[in-house]
């Protein structure tokens, strides 16, 4: 039978003799295995993104109400908060371009809700047509 007084580790490394691990060699060590399987991985995953950031680009680009400012203002006053009471040479969108959103790009600011609503309807209807196939 063994001593059992002799330490079961025999090889201690002390903290204070190893060299510190910096972020430059554990990049080096996670990159060391980049293979086919990794990068398959990552493309899955970004493909994954793309058509998330798809849904929510739609979504503001449809949905939102930009901005607008007046330049004539002995037309606007203070009181004036509804555009379509106002000539259409009297006001622009802010940033000076008109293709920020679908409302300003086909001039939508003063139609029905229902209107303004169509845009973002009809590209979820056509995400739940186009993704019947795949059930």
């Given at each position: ?10 090889h201690i490394e ?22 086919l399987s990794q ?97």
């Open positions: 039978m063994e001593d059992s007084s002799a330490p079961l580790l025999t002390d903290e204070d003799t190893s060299p510190p691990l910096t972020f430059d060699k554990i990049f080096e060590q996670s990159l060391s295995d980049l293979g990068f398959l991985q990552i493309l899955l995953v970004g493909l994954a993104f793309a058509f998330d950031s798809q849904q929510i680009f739609i979504t503001v680009f449809t949905d939102a109400y930009p901005t607008w400012h007046c330049l004539d203002h002995t037309v606007c006053n203070p009181a004036t908060t509804d555009i379509c009471d106002l000539p259409r040479s009297t006001w622009e969108w802010d940033g000076g371009f008109k293709g920020k959103t679908v409302i300003s790009e086909f001039e939508l600011e003063c139609s029905s809700s229902f209107l303004r609503g169509l845009p973002t309807s009809a590209f979820y209807l056509g995400s739940i047509v186009g993704g019947l196939p795949w059930l």
